[in-house]
């Protein structure tokens, strides 16, 4: 045999990308979907949450961490603090940051943690990378391995290095065609996780390919690899490109360290499922699942309260963008409080400079300090009764404020043109 | 942690998201009590109070889905709820569940088989639930990772590695 | 008389009125928060069954501590007072992120000089800056009275003057001689008077810094404040009032040359250095030699007190390639949507977030940390704010100290409370 055996003697395959992760920080050659490894993560983050993980600490008379400069902390839920808890809470983890020496910390002025650490290159192809949040998954946009974990996890992780994890299957997922104007990556995660189902990719890693996706733009691999989370991934990948390339080697500290990991081009996949996105419309995922979606024109004419912009699904710089391509020279409706949360000190940066935050505030929107905002219940907490259009990526009863309340889901687009309206709106109306 | 429980179900339907088990405002706390004051609160201000009568949750599929919150199985576990059986579990729940020595069982056809304020004995040791007269098995946690359960939990066993 | 008493014989509609006498006056203005409206609508619906409101056009609502409601409690009380202003045909209603209400409602050109004006908020004296008589009421008598007749009672106070004569020392702003004015006269000094804020130094200040000084008129007792309109009072007016027809219409009442005062308080600017209004209240203001030193965790530009635009300019200033002390969170709050497009095009905003500053929506602020600013135990702000009372802003042991903008920008760049007169702008 000119190849190398497994263990058993039998015939390597190719690997997928996730397996070539797990295999690469478990330290063995080679996994099988299934197989349990203890892995170490090159990163292990935690944000408003971190204090938890600070008592676990100190619950099991640990002292000393396995690597300091594998942790990262961003404040980015409540931020800033409302109330005396979580005041404290916010001291408890800056003073933890401080007396370890951890580095990689932001403050409840840095924005939300995904995208704050994505900006500042903590974050790299090929990276095994944990957190004290679901939507670790947008690391993949990059071509890192993310995944959620609870607080004691990470307590664990901070303290042992490692966490056992079980090898995924993965599903590859192909696009083809271009968006109609007026329809964009929210769209077409909408219509995948209301096809596939909050459970389709359940256990699972997702590995997107096709014509289409050399053009999507760094920004659009965010939004999908965020809303993966919601049809159940357990870690999700854009494979590394030129684009990839350009985005992130500035911010690398150190470029050598830039190396994509790719699937072989022999490698196993569960299922191939393509989406051709020519076909999409504007989608909404209506209350109270994200799992409920419809096209956009099924649901035209609903009034709504409140228009949130922003969360680490869409609340980037060329989310802002579309929105304010839309909202420019024209006043939202009467009815409508527009709440837009710049993604990171560095998107709201980039919105000031080129005008964009004016157009948005000319409009008539109210835009907050950079973080995770509404989408947390941070703020544009809602009434019994009230209706909000959001473009964060869940929806679930009472997220936003009273269980008496619902939340849509859409575009920056749709979300731009329902604001005008004061109801749920076609943003194909102003492509 | 007993190999056996039993006692009345509260069945619930299919994706049973993370924040109506306990809401993104109460993750201030950590204690179970607490947070067993507002679990399922979305579903309406009675339940904490209704689901305490009940020992062991049924739900169907994706249970725990959204969030990474640990606070989901803290509360479930502060309300006195001895087990979870699933169709299937959200996997950040599952391991949430086994770090805090919340026992899960992945069950579909349980799920099928009971309604509300029935009797059902899990022996977890040999992956049988019994219900009614009939058992239906249940894969089994594998022994690596179900070590954290039967020492309580991953605080419990991260102290006694430490200690070693 | 003086302008106060002018106003109130013609909206009583006497000839003369005299410190002492009770007047019933028609109000031009009725001026009400987001935690104000909740209330006063309370009372109305509760306590005046069958009543309405007389003149809807002279309310104002303006929600200023919310600019999202945090809680569903407060979503519920902003949705109330919302659907109560569409029942009763409400039309000044100034949505979340509006910015502090007497700055949202001057520069929706709603104020004009000689209007009498109540407000559920002790900050609504500052509207004495701009030739109206304006004063703080109660909820009650703002909806037994006010909203049902539009008419209030007002016992016709007697004037204490301060005559305000020197120049300030470098660094030394206005805010810095309203607040070593609260310290002279003392928390009881001025208790149902009116204060005229005059002289030289006061004739100096365009109209946005006098009205620091009627803002403060509360932290001494003061029913009113005002200062004797001039040239600058109405071009201001004018400026705020644009196209409105108000804008040609309003009466200047000035003091009669011989108007008499319960007493007369002569200060030399020129020897105030810069003040800090220490916790546990606003009277306790000091020299700024008592709390430099201190470590700060939260600096804040924001509040009825703060948040202009002159203050983030000033701030601004010293953030020229500069950043923010690692230790120190700095927070700017604009006032209204306009200081915030001006700030933004500026270029303040800019200069504030690369060095470091957070830039939050128009409103109050930390404010009673509905929003924002709430402090951990041992945690230290400096503010523009207006109040530092304990349990206001987190922790009840968390010290909260209130100064101008100049000390709050050193102290934001050093990480300590600093005097602004060692600082050089950048």
């Known amino acids: 045999m000119s190849q190398p055996g497994g263990p058993m003697g039998q015939p390597v395959m190719g690997q997928t990308i996730a397996e070539k992760i797990l295999a690469a920080k478990a330290g063995v050659s080679h996994v099988t979907p299934g197989q349990i490894v203890d892995a170490y993560p090159d990163l292990v983050m935690s944000h408003t949450a971190t204090w938890r993980s600070v008592s676990v600490m100190k619950k099991i008379g640990a002292t000393r961490l396995y690597d300091p400069n594998r942790l990262a902390i961003v404040l980015d839920h409540i931020s800033p603090a409302k109330t005396e808890k979580y005041a404290a809470d916010q001291q408890t983890s800056r003073n933890f940051a401080r007396e370890y020496g951890i580095e990689k910390f932001y403050d409840v002025d840095a924005g939300i943690a995904h995208l704050v650490l994505m900006e500042h290159g903590h974050v790299k192809p090929g990276d095994l990378i944990v957190g004290t949040d679901s939507h670790c998954t947008i690391y993949g946009a990059l071509g890192a391995l993310g995944s959620g974990i609870g607080y004691t996890e990470v307590a664990s992780v901070w303290v042992t290095g490692k966490l056992w994890m079980k090898v995924p299957t993965t599903i590859k997922l192909t696009l083809t065609g271009r968006f109609a104007a007026g329809v964009s990556a929210k769209d077409l995660m909408l219509h995948l996780i209301g096809t596939l189902g909050a459970d389709g990719c359940g256990y699972k890693s997702v590995e997107f390919y096709g014509s289409a996706l050399p053009e999507m733009s760094i920004s659009e691999r965010m939004t999908m690899a965020n809303l993966a989370m919601e049809m159940g991934s357990k870690c999700v990948f854009i494979p590394p490109d030129e684009k990839t390339r350009e985005w992130l080697l500035p911010r690398l500290k150190n470029p050598a360290s830039y190396q994509p990991v790719l699937a072989d081009k022999d490698a196993v996949y569960e299922q191939s499922i393509e989406v051709d996105l020519s076909k999409l419309t504007p989608m909404i995922a209506c209350p109270h699942q994200v799992e409920n979606t419809k096209p956009v024109t099924e649901v035209l004419g609903t009034r709504i309260d409140q228009a949130f912009l922003g969360s680490c699904a869409n609340g980037k710089y060329e989310d802002l963008v579309v929105a304010a391509g839309i909202l420019k020279g024209r006043k939202i409706d009467p009815g409508v409080r527009l709440i837009v949360t710049p993604g990171s000190k560095e998107i709201m940066l980039e919105a000031m400079r080129s005008g964009i935050l004016a157009t948005l505030v000319e409009s008539g929107a109210l835009v907050t300090n950079p973080g995770c905002g509404a989408c947390a219940g941070d703020g544009g907490t809602m009434a019994d009764g009230e209706v909000s259009l959001s473009t964060a990526n869940r929806n679930f009863v009472g997220r936003m404020g009273s269980n008496k309340s619902s939340i849509y889901l859409s575009s920056p687009a749709t979300l731009a043109a329902s604001a005008l309206k004061g109801e749920i709106a076609d943003p194909r109306e102003f492509f | ?164 | 008389m003086n302008m106060v008493e002018k106003i109130l014989a013609r909206k009583s509609g006497q000839k003369s009125v005299a410190p002492g006498d009770v007047v019933v006056t028609d109000i031009d203005l009725m001026v009400m928060h987001d935690l104000s409206a909740n209330f006063v609508m309370k009372v109305f619906n509760n306590e005046m069954e069958g009543a309405s409101i007389r003149d809807p056009s002279k309310l104002v609502f303006a929600f200023d501590h919310n600019f999202a409601p945090a809680t569903r409690d407060a979503a519920e009380a902003l949705a109330a007072v919302r659907k109560f202003a569409a029942k009763h045909k409400v039309q000044h209603l100034f949505d979340s992120g509006c910015g502090s209400i007497h700055h949202v409602i001057m520069e929706a050109g709603l104020v004009t000089p000689g209007m009498i004006i109540i407000g559920c908020d002790s900050h609504t004296p500052i509207h004495g800056a701009l030739g109206a008589f304006a004063t703080g009421v109660g909820n009650n008598s703002m909806a037994a009275l006010g909203f049902a007749h539009s008419q209030g009672w007002f016992k016709v106070p007697e004037t204490i003057k301060i005559h305000f004569h020197g120049t300030p020392m470098k660094a030394v702003q206005p805010r810095d001689i309203s607040q070593f004015l609260v310290g002279k006269l003392g928390e009881d000094g001025a208790i149902y008077k009116a204060l005229e804020y005059a002289g030289p130094y006061i004739e100096s200040l365009d109209v946005n810094d006098r009205a620091l000084f009627p803002l403060q008129a509360i932290d001494v007792g003061g029913k009113c404040g005002f200062v004797n309109p001039d040239e600058k009072t109405v071009r201001y007016a004018q400026q705020l009032l644009g196209s409105k027809p108000a804008a040609s219409k309003f009466e200047l009442f000035k003091n009669d040359p011989d108007c008499r005062y319960a007493e007369v308080v002569d200060i030399d600017v020129s020897r105030i250095e810069p003040q800090v209004a220490c916790p546990p209240t606003v009277g306790n203001v000091k020299p700024i030699d008592a709390a430099v030193g201190t470590p700060v965790n939260v600096a804040e530009i924001g509040g009825s007190t703060g948040g202009r635009l002159s203050d983030i300019r000033a701030l601004a200033r010293h953030f020229v390639n500069r950043r923010v002390h690692p230790g120190v969170r700095l927070q700017v709050v604009p006032a209204s949507r306009g200081i915030y497009l001006a700030a933004l095009k500026e270029g303040l905003f800019e200069t504030l977030h690369v060095a470091g500053a957070n830039i939050f929506p128009p409103s109050c602020g930390s404010n009673q940390a509905f929003n924002m600013g709430a402090l951990a135990e041992d945690e230290v702000m400096v503010s523009t704010q207006a109040r530092n009372f304990p349990g206001r802003n987190g922790h009840p042991k968390a010290r909260h100290f209130l100064a101008s903008a100049l000390t709050v920008a050193a102290s934001a760049l050093t990480g300590k409370i600093t005097d602004p007169r060692t600082l050089e702008a950048s």
């Open chain 2, 1 to 164: 942690m007993q190999d056996t429980i039993q006692g009345r179900i509260y069945k619930f339907g299919d994706n049973v998201n993370s924040d109506i088990i306990i809401a993104g405002r109460y993750l201030i706390y950590i204690e179970p009590a607490k947070l067993a004051e507002h679990a399922f609160e979305m579903l309406g201000e009675g339940f904490p109070a209704k689901l305490r009568s009940f020992d062991i949750l049924v739900a169907g599929r994706n249970f725990g889905c959204g969030s990474a919150r640990e606070q989901a199985s803290t509360a479930i576990k502060g309300l006195g709820i001895k087990a979870v059986v699933a169709a299937s579990f959200a996997r950040t729940f599952y391991r949430n569940a086994i770090n805090d020595a919340l026992p899960i069982v992945e069950c579909p056809e349980l799920y099928e088989a009971v309604a509300e304020g029935d009797e059902i004995s899990i022996d977890l040791a040999k992956g049988v639930v019994a219900h009614a007269g009939s058992q239906y098995g249940f894969p089994q946690i594998p022994e690596s990772v179900a070590k954290i359960l039967k020492l309580g939990g991953l605080a419990n066993y991260l102290k006694s590695t430490l200690r070693a």
